[in-house]
T-cell receptor, first 109, second 114 residues
Framework: GQNIDQPTEMTATEGAIVQINCTYQTSGFNGLFWYQQHAGEAPTFLSYNVLDGLEEKGRFSSFLSRSKGYSYLLLKELQMKDSASYLCAVRDSNYQLIWGAGTKLIIKP | GAVVSQHPSRVICKSGTSVKIECRSLDFQATTMFWYRQFPKQSLMLMATSNEGSKATYEQGVEKDKFLINHASLTLSTLTVTSAHPEDSSFYIC??????????FGQGTRLTVV
């Protein structure tokens, strides 16, 4: 079966750095997405990785290792507004998006 | 970025009635839109893939006759929850792919059936 694993919840301090991991087992791979979702709102797109390596976008970076079935989202200089759920999704060989359950990130002052 | 507009954002309806949710792509043409359902503290669950000009493709376990999807134009897809019951109360979200690398979501619709 297809599976996306992420930690359920993480806590970090304002101004610090946090890494949210995502491991996947899917039938085929056509890209990995990270989304941010604030409570009660729809997800917003953060990043897309299809090749191995690190993609940097401001305070957020996303890393992919296809051979290990592994990705992480790195958030630097954390702000209180970064408190949200972070969803990892993998597009499989049928171009279907398989979603992780999301990681709830709690930022403390 | 591309804009996907979903309406209404919140709706309360009586058990047994039908509710229509609209999803529009405002500045691009979306040949394919996706409808998701999300329960509290859970991830998105794909309900169906809506294709312009043809029948929607439903995921296993999703009742076609209960969740009617119509994709009448390249900018509009609708989801109608027919004969709604309290267990249908949920957060419904639509999305559309822009190119191959980004999916944009509507604002979501919180449906409460009383």
């Amino acid at each position: 079966g297809q599976n996306i694993d992420q930690p359920t919840e993480m806590t970090a301090t304002e101004g610090a750095i946090v890494q949210i991991n995502c491991t996947y087992q899917t039938s085929g791979f056509n890209g990995l997405f990270w989304y941010q979702q604030h409570a009660g709102e729809a997800p917003t797109f953060l990043s897309y990785n299809v090749l191995d390596g690190l993609e940097e976008k401001g305070r957020f970076s996303s890393f992919l290792s296809r051979s290990k079935g592994y990705s992480y989202l790195l958030l630097k200089e954390l702000q209180m507004k970064d408190s949200a759920s972070y969803l990892c999704a993998v597009r499989d060989s049928n171009y279907q998006l398989i979603w992780g359950a999301g990681t709830k990130l709690i930022i403390k002052p | 970025g591309a804009v996907v507009s979903q309406h209404p954002s919140r709706v309360i309806c009586k058990s047994g009635t039908s509710v229509k949710i609209e999803c529009r792509s405002l500045d691009f043409q979306a040949t394919t839109m996706f409808w998701y359902r999300q329960f509290p503290k859970q991830s998105l669950m794909l309900m169906a893939t809506s294709n312009e000009g043809s029948k929607a493709t439903y995921e296993q376990g999703v009742e076609k006759d209960k969740f009617l999807i119509n994709h009448a134009s390249l900018t509009l897809s609708t989801l109608t929850v027919t004969s709604a019951h309290p267990e249908d109360s949920s957060f419904y979200i639509c999305s559309a792919m822009v190119g191959d690398t980004e999916a944009f979501f509507g604002q979501g619709t919180r449906l409460t059936v009383v």
